[in-house]
């Protein structure tokens, strides 16, 4: 089921995130996120975003360019990763992203070629892979979440300050045009 994305600065997105249980039935909250992502056109979404503070992450590999490996039981595209544990390797790489939780930002941060994943799959298995480039950055940024990190908390203050002042004058903009126009359409 579709549900709403938390947007910056909610504070949920920033609080302390709880690994799910040996027994802990999430099958209900994967359905959400897969649904939530697809019905966004995210490329992955982690639970936090949609207001549950839990270490789960589902991740469309496609959208990176990589086969999927682990493909969730409900829906082929995408890859359930409970509890993930990362340990990013390698060198740095500046590109842009994006986040459900701030829309309308692009901004560019740096993340590692490599990361070395540990993670528990919906089917209670424990797993490891290497995720190369640009599936490694994609993951940094999603399991991010479960730390409380936005993509802005990877940047410089100054930076971080000025993308979002644009964002907000953006958003200014747009309910200015949207009262115009409902004003408009009454006359």
Known sequence: MFRNILKFPNKKLRAKNIPI????????????????????????????????????????????????????????????LINPQLEPQGELIKWKESCLSIPGLHAAVERRELTLVSYTSEK????????EWPFSGGLQHECDH????????????????FHLGEVRRKERKRKIKEKRALKASRR
Request: proline share 4%; charged share 30%; hydrophobic share 40%.
């Open 21 to 80: 249980g040996d027994n802990e039935d999430i099958k209900e909250l994967i359905v959400d996120l897969i649904d939530t992502c697809n019905v966004s056109m995210g490329a992955g979404l982690a639970a936090p975003q949609i207001g549950v503070n839990k270490e789960v992450v589902v991740i469309k590999p496609s959208s990176f360019g990589n086969e999927n490996m682990d493909p969730s039981e409900y829906n082929e595209d995408y890859m359930v």
């Open 124 to 131: 209670g298995e424990n797993k490891r892979f290497i995720a």
């Open 146 to 161: 479960l730390e409380g990190k936005l993509f802005i908390h990877r940047m410089d203050k100054r930076k971080a300050a």
